[in-house]
């Protein structure tokens, strides 16, 4: 089965703030640990961070720590990308996507991948 993941981004300036939304249907959520990629354009997609299955732990590359939160809510089966103080350099379309696995940082742990958002920071 394949994770229909449904995000919203957007346009935003700089210094402001945008929540992306991760909805999955076709999966047992809960047994998914969640990551966040982004992809800037001509560069290859990065490893944004990561929930796990209960939510009790994340993760962050350097360049969002302190801005970026990931949160997920299994009642849902929804996961979130609050990004705060946003950067030019986040701009990039954004990815969610799900593993059973026990790595979670890099594209190829993923199981399934959810549509790209674009999120669009101006200077």
């Known amino acids: 089965l394949m994770c229909s993941c449904r995000v919203g981004g957007g346009l935003v300036q700089a210094g402001g703030s945008l929540r992306l939304s991760c909805a999955a249907s076709g999966l047992a959520f809960t047994s998914y640990a969640i990551a966040w990629f982004r992809q800037a354009p001509g560069k290859e997609r990065e490893f944004v961070g990561n929930?796990?299955?209960?939510?009790?732990?994340?993760g962050y590359t350097d360049s969002v720590k302190g801005r970026f939160t990931i949160s997920r809510d299994n009642v849902k089966n929804m996961v979130y990308l609050q990004m705060n103080k946003l950067k030019p350099e986040d701009t990039a379309v954004y990815y969610c996507?799900?593993?059973?696995?026990?790595?979670?940082?890099?594209?190829?742990?993923?199981?399934?991948w959810g549509k790209g958002t674009l999120v669009t920071v101006s200077s």
């Open positions: 929930i796990s299955w209960g939510g009790d732990r994340a």
């Open positions: 996507a799900a593993t059973l696995g026990s790595s979670w940082y890099h594209d190829y742990d993923m199981d399934h």
